[in-house]
């Protein structure tokens, strides 16, 4: 008998982390759903382990639990840009961070050339 129940919840959290990544706008909200996206492939890796006979022991555990150790320093590194975006934004809307353009101050000021100084 497979077991088809934790299957079925971990695309459901996949499904919501899914659409928290999406449709969410506040940067903390969509770390929220990643680390329930990473909690959906533990689900299924330690699900698999326990019914398809591998030649590593507990291997989906051991998976799991190195799929943990990243998803905390996601964590931290998330959280730490987050924490600067505040900082210099006001706020931590994702909406509002452009990738390819400098920061706001800099923009603003006009930048010297060596030969003018």
Do not use: K, W
């Amino acid at each position: 008998m497979r077991p088809v129940i934790p299957y079925v919840v971990a695309a459901l959290l996949f499904g919501a982390g899914v659409y928290g990544v999406l449709r969410r706008r506040n940067a903390v909200l969509v770390l929220m759903a990643v680390e329930l996206m990473l909690n959906a492939v533990n689900l299924i890796l330690v699900t698999a382990d326990t019914t398809v006979r591998a030649t590593l022991p507990h291997g989906g555990q051991v998976f799991a639990l190195f799929v943990i150790v990243l998803a905390a320093a996601e964590v931290g590194v998330g959280l730490a840009i987050v924490l600067q975006l505040y900082r210099l934004r006001s706020s931590v809307a994702v909406d509002t961070v452009r990738l390819d353009a400098a920061p706001a101050s800099e923009l603003d000021e006009p930048r010297m050339v060596a030969h003018e100084r």
